[in-house]
Every structure is written in C-alpha cells, then in structure tokens.
C-alpha cells in the first residue's frame, strides 16, 4: 500500500492507496514541532482506527510546505513502514514542465495539485485551492505550468478581520441566505462566501484572458465545496486532488517493476 501526505501549514491530509483505491483518509492538524515519536505515534492511532497494518505499507509520497516537520516524517515513515519517503520537490519527476522564473518557489502542494488535474481532466486549466493560503494555477494542455495566483484563504482572512477589529466576533464561516445581512455575524459570512466567490470568479476571468482560452476550472481544499456552490466558473470540485496528485509523481519515480 502507498501512504501519501499533503503537509499544509493548517492541516495536513494523508490517504492510503491500494493499488488504484484510495482505501483510508484522514485530516488531522499540522504542528510544525512534532517530533519523530509524535508523528509515529498519530500514524499508528490512524491505522489502528481503520485496521490497518503498518507492516501493509510499502511506500510514502509526501507532499510538505512545513520544512521544519520534514525530518520527523521522514524518520517516522523508515522507522514505521521501512521505506524512505518520496518528497516532491526539485529533482522528482511530475510529468510537467514547470514554465515560471524560478521553478524551486513552487510549492509542492501545486505541483501535485496540476499533475492530479492534468490526469483527470482536459487542459487547458485553472486548479484552485482553497488552502491556508488560496492558489490559483494554470496548466496548459500540454501538461505546462505557467503560473498562477496566491491570496490569503478564507480562515486567515476572517481571523484577521476578528483580531484586527476589535468589536467584531469570530465567526463560523457559512453561507448566510442573503448577500445583504440582518445582523453583524450574517455581515461577516457575507463577505467571507459571497465576496470570496467573486473574488475568485474575478481573478479566474482575468486569468483566462490572458491565456485566450476558456480553461476547466477544478477546486480543492477546505472551501472548495462552500465556494464552488457560490462561484459561477468552478466547473468541479475533486477533494482528493492533492492526494491524486500524489499517488501519480509517487509512480513516476519508481524503476520498471517497482512499488505502484
């Protein structure tokens, strides 16, 4: 079995592959001071939740903008599974040809989330996700990253607006049921769904103006769900994406023969 891990810097999302089936997933928080004994430890809390045998794992693919954890995951997966972890970064193989200035500054969360994108649905796209930061990022039919957009997510802009202003409450972000609110908190969500919505429905047209092309848009990540019912040019919402992404550098990078 194939252990894959998207490390983000709120939350870090990990799945089990059996061959083509994706046959566990788990969302646990990401704390950048985990030790090896930790991470091994949540791993193992994990795979006895759903019954799994470590001993079943034979490799790991590890997607991480949190450079401090990387050496704990990387001693926990040989200690646990005996298999050093595949980290996706400069020098693995993606199948893309990254087409930016400085190719190292693309987070590997972006790199999967094309190769994921590219593999599951014509091109041109725009793959969105709705991180701790948003990404916004485009990918030609030929498999081409060209570049993209970074903005601040949602979570991180509404614990601005409650840090930063001093009468106003911490909100669960939702859909309130009209753009106009009744009430302060109805205000908050309004501007957090609907003015989000617009806001990536904006720089989605801006961005195929410039690619003079009509591009498949394709959302993941934490809102994307919330988003896309709002938004008027997300075409798809796959919430797997990253972990897709993954699975398919993990196989690029294995010799004739190797673990699939």
């Known amino acids: 079995m194939l252990l894959v891990a998207d490390v983000g810097n709120s939350h870090t999302v990990l799945g089990l592959y059996s061959g083509d089936e994706l046959a566990a997933h788990w969302r646990v928080m990401t704390s950048n001071y985990r030790t090896t004994d930790e991470v091994r ?4 809390m994990l795979f006895r939740q759903e019954r ?21 995951i990387e001693k926990a997966c040989r ?24 190719p190292k500054e693309v987070g590997a969360d972006r790199i999967v989330d094309a190769v ?10 725009i793959v969105v996700d709705f991180g701790t930061a948003t990404t916004l990022d485009v990918v030609s039919g030929n498999a081409e990253y060209r570049g993209g957009v970074i903005v601040p997510g949602i979570q991180i802009s ?7 202003c001093a009468k106003l409450p911490r909100v669960e972000i939702a859909k309130p049921a009209t753009v106009i609110g009744r009430d302060t ?25 410039e690619m003079d092309e009509s591009p498949t848009v394709v959302a993941t990540g934490g809102f994307a769900n919330l988003i896309a019912g709002i938004a ?13 992404g993954l699975k398919i550098v993990f196989a690029k990078n294995q010799p004739p023969g190797g673990v699939a």
Request: a negative charge; aromatic letters at 4%.
């Open 41 to 44: 430890i949540l791993l193992d």
């Open 52 to 72: 799994i045998d470590p001993a079943s794992v034979n490799g790991c693919c590890i997607a991480s903008v949190v450079p401090p954890l990387n050496h704990s």
């Open 79 to 102: 200690l646990s599974f005996g298999a050093a972890p595949l980290f996706v970064g400069p020098g693995v193989r993606t199948g893309l040809v990254i087409q930016v200035e400085n």
């Open 116 to 125: 994921g994108a590219i593999t599951e649905y014509a091109g041109p796209l």
């Open 158 to 164: 509404a614990d601005a607006l409650c840090e930063r």
């Open 185 to 209: 908190i109805a205000h908050i969500r309004s501007g957090l769904t609907y003015g989000y919505a617009d806001l990536i429905d904006g720089l989605i047209g801006r961005m195929a103006a």
């Open 232 to 244: 008027r040019r997300i075409d798809h919402v796959d919430p797997m994406l990253t972990l897709k």
